[in-house]
T-cell receptor, first 111, second 113 residues
């Protein structure tokens, strides 16, 4: 089955810096990948997704890059703000119903 | 905020007891998925309901069961609670096969003592 994993459990940045959160996956057949943000006491919130036939997708202040050769994706957050402090998960579908989540990277932004 | 609401928000139960958690899905969504999130971990898929029937299940024992009602709201029932069942239980609603557009509720924090 699918497994996804994040490279670093924690990331600390200064306000205004760019943040990069990385994720590796195992199943090359995944049709898409999703990044979620989870703030303390809340459920995961959708940030951005990327289809497997794409290499890059941009949103507001966020960019996701997908490298299928090495089965790696990354989430880049531009001009990181204190409100970006949260746990970030990558997720991929399995068997058409489940989403498989990684363990998460805790992003801490200091001002 | 999403339109997915879960109740209760917090719950303390004793080992061996039974618990029922509830989820109201986003308006128009016909599919509900339940996840268990242990402290410091990512959510783990329990099962999904579509049109009142189980539509997929993760690696959880039969004492985890669910229901979906005609209005698409859902319940998660856990029997014979164990200490390791302590976790945040998340409900996500979506349209069938549109998991990228799933909305999560805020979760129910279950503590088993």
């Amino acid at each position: 089955g699918e497994s996804v994993g994040l490279h670093l459990p924690t990331l600390s940045v200064q306000e205004g810096d760019n943040s990069i959160i990385n994720c590796a996956y195992s199943n090359s057949a995944s049709d898409y990948f999703i990044w979620y943000k989870q703030e303390s006491g809340k459920g995961p919130q959708f940030i951005i997704d990327i289809r497997s036939n794409m290499d890059k997708r941009q949103g507001q202040r966020v960019t996701v890059l997908l490298n299928k050769t090495v089965k790696h994706l990354s989430l880049q957050i531009a001009a990181t703000q204190p409100g970006d402090s949260a746990v970030y998960f990558c997720a991929a579908p399995q068997a058409g119903t489940a989403l498989i989540f990684g363990k998460g990277t805790t992003l801490s932004v200091s001002s | 905020e999403t339109g997915v609401t879960q109740s209760p928000t917090h719950l303390i139960k004793t080992r061996g007891q039974q618990v029922t958690l509830r989820c109201s899905s986003q308006s128009g969504h016909n599919t509900v998925s339940w996840y268990q999130q242990a402290l410091g971990q990512g959510p783990q898929f329990i099962f999904q309901y579509y049109r009142e029937e189980e539509n997929g299940r993760g690696n959880f024992p039969p004492r985890f069961s669910g229901l979906q009602f005609p209005n698409y709201s859902s319940e998660l029932n856990v029997n014979a609670l164990e200490l390791d069942d302590s976790a945040l239980y998340l409900c996500a609603s979506s349209l069938r096969d549109r998991e990228t557009e799933a909305f999560f509720g805020q979760g129910t924090r279950l503590t088993v003592v």
